[in-house]
């Protein structure tokens, strides 16, 4: 894959904050049982075929407890690992690698989660025009994380929120008495952002056309008028699609020749990467 641009390492930090206070709360009552000065060591391994990604989160959540924590990488966020892999080593304070363990795993098997999905719909449509995107379907107070994930497995970003560009639906419409008139009031209001609407047939799909949008999401098309509507257009707008969209039913859709595909599930549904991390205390000094 291409160079993949890290994180925001502030938003990393306050998502690593957020964790390890709701774990820690007024300490770690296990921890707490080993010596204050006591060295561990750790491996981290995966018990299943995945694309890596939250290395920036896993480490951030031991040198929040450790700052002298070594942690070797063997594999980088955005490469597929395969089962029973060894993804990286640590050694550091042994109550710092305990009490982080859960937190930062937590970032690694569901972030990796995120990634792997991804992948797996990027590799459907290989060799078509067609990209990936994401959605707003996120868990919440992880969007950039998840989004970063998306990245990592080969698709690509819709909006980041509902501040960065508009998506003009049928509720927007139906408040503005018109879809010209919703475009009209978000060229005016916002000049400068993308603007998309939602069509559901091909008399909006000739009004979004006639008020000048950015980009057209096609929703619940058949791949028939899919085919159709892409002839239509003849390349004056970017055309999306969203709705039913199944790993299935990906490359029928890429093939039709439409720009994008928008896939709620590479950030909703989520099943966690099953990762194991074994700690091994050092002997102490007499």
Not at 6 to 12: F, G, K, M, R
Not at 126 to 148: C, F, W
Request: net charge negative.
């Amino acid at each position: 894959m291409s160079e993949l641009l890290p994180p925001d390492a502030a938003l990393v930090a306050q998502d690593v904050a957020r964790a390890l206070a709701e774990d820690f709360g007024a300490g770690d009552a296990t921890a707490d049982l080993l010596p204050a000065d006591a060295t561990a060591s750790a491996t981290v391994i995966t018990r299943e075929d995945a694309v890596l990604c939250g290395t920036p989160w896993f480490d951030a959540c031991f040198r929040a407890r450790d700052p002298a924590v070594a942690i070797e990488w063997l594999a980088r966020d955005g490469d597929r690992v395969a089962a029973a892999a060894t993804l990286c080593t640590l050694r550091g304070n042994a109550r710092a690698l305990v009490g982080a363990e859960r937190s930062a795993l937590n970032f690694l098997q569901t972030l990796s989660a995120t990634s792997t999905v991804a992948a797996q719909y990027a590799d459907a449509v290989r060799g078509t025009r067609t990209r990936i995107l994401d959605t707003r379907k996120t868990i919440p107070g992880l969007r950039y994380a998840q989004k970063y994930a998306v990245r990592c497995g080969g698709a690509s970003n819709h909006r980041i929120g509902l501040f960065d560009a508009i998506l003009i639906k049928e509720n927007h419409i139906a408040a503005a008495g018109s879809l010209a008139a919703a475009v009209a009031a978000a060229h005016a209001a916002h000049p400068t952002l993308l603007l998309e609407v939602e069509v559901e047939n091909f008399a909006e799909l000739d009004q979004a056309l006639a008020a000048g949008v950015d980009r057209i999401m096609l929703d619940e098309f058949s791949p028939a008028d899919l085919h159709r509507a892409v002839t239509h257009v003849a390349g004056r707008v970017a055309l999306e699609v969203s709705g039913s969209v199944t790993l299935e039913r990906l490359r029928e859709i890429a093939e039709t020749g439409v720009d994008f595909i928008s896939v709620g599930a590479l950030t909703k549904h989520v099943r966690a990467i099953d990762l194991s991390m074994r700690i091994a205390m050092e002997p102490q000094a007499s």
